[in-house]
Structures are given as structure tokens and as C-alpha cells.
């Protein structure tokens, strides 16, 4: 059957576009190469010999952004201070994101009010 080692090759041809990582099975000692897990997802099991990485969803406020082998969800730890506004909330894919709402700006971490021009003039941009 010389067709199945070109069905082989297909198969790892379109899988191309999906990460992988090296794994070594705890059992056997054999080392694999492993698909990972799209983002909002994570391993629940690595892959062995005969299955597949077994990705699952992430638990509520908890994400990952980019393809991985983490066995766990990253926490959405980002929380809007004081004079902040939420312009993303926390979901499967991205962490929360804040921005300093309308009239300030950020500096070193802090929301700074905009100083008022005196009378007759104006703001420049540079």
C-alpha cells in the first residue's frame, strides 16, 4: 500500500499551519512531538504515542493569547485603577485592558489630568 505513507504526508502537510512542542511521555520515556492548544484554550493532556493533545477551554477569568503548551489558563490580573475606563474586558483570549478615561494621561502607571491651556490659547501638538 504505498498510498498511505502519502496520506501520511498530507496529513502532516495541513497540519503545518498548527504549532507543536517536544514532549517526552512519562511513561514510555519517548519523545513526541506534540500539537498545541489555540488560544482561549490549554492542555488538559499532553499527546501520546496514539491520541492527540487534549486541549480544553479556559475557566472564566482566566485566558491564553497565543498558542501554547501551558497546563493551566494565565489569570486576567489587569484591574482598572482610579480615573481608568475598561476598553477590552477579560475574556478567553485577552487579558482586561484599561485605558485613562477622557481628560487624562497615563503616566508611569498613574492617570494624570490634562492642564488647561490659560485664555487665548491653545494646545499644540508636536
Sequence with gaps: WMFAPFLL?????????????QWKDVVTKEKLTCQQ???GTFVAQHCTRDRQ???EPCPELHYTQYWNYLEKC???NVICGEKQVEVQPCNSTHNRVCQCQEG????MEFCIRHSECPPGSGVEKL
Design 53 to 55: 493533545t487534549l486541549c
Design 9 to 21: 504526508f498530507l496529513a502532516e502537510l495541513s497540519s503545518g499551519s498548527q504549532p507543536t512542542y
Design 37 to 39: 492548544c489555540p488560544p
Design 104 to 107: 487624562y494621561y497615563s503616566e
Design 74 to 76: 494565565r489569570y486576567c
